[in-house]
Nanobody, 123 residues
Framework: VQLQASGGGLVQAGGSLRLSCAAS???????????MGWYRQTPGKQRELVAN???????NYADSVKGRFTISRDNAKRMVFLRMNYLKPEDTAVYYC???????????????WGKGTQVTVSS
């Protein structure tokens, strides 16, 4: 499975951005995905969960983004989205798209990861 993210950029505090991520691969691999979501990482810190959503559409958010970010997915298009409103400078990070996959993939590599996309929020 390959995950291709897009939509990062530079925005002023209080602004909005929308991240998109498309999954591609064999139908068998794609069908193994239940949860898709977004993580972020800043230099010197561990990668942290921002939000994820399961195949039924049930979302889960980090406390720091609740009320500001909205995650959604389109299963038919194999895509997940992150709408980020009221952005703060502390949201500045590299954002990574993630999908779980079969247990063997989760155990070996923590699931599938896309290349990061930079989000920079200026004060």
């Amino acid at each position: 499975v390959q995950l291709q993210a897009s939509g990062g950029g530079l925005v002023q505090a209080g602004g909005s951005l929308r991240l998109s991520c498309a999954a591609s691969g064999s139908s068998g691999s794609i069908s193994s995905i239940n949860v898709m979501g977004w993580y972020r990482q800043t230099p010197g810190k561990q990668r942290e969960l921002v939000a994820n959503i399961d195949i039924a559409g049930v979302p889960n958010y980090a406390d720091s983004v609740k009320g500001r970010f909205t995650i959604s997915r389109d299963n038919a298009k194999r895509m997940v989205f992150l709408r980020m409103n009221y952005l703060k400078p502390e949201d500045t990070a590299v954002y990574y798209c993630h999908a779980d996959g079969p247990p063997s993939i989760v155990v070996d590599q923590g699931g599938y990861w896309g290349k990061g996309t930079q989000v920079t929020v200026s004060s």
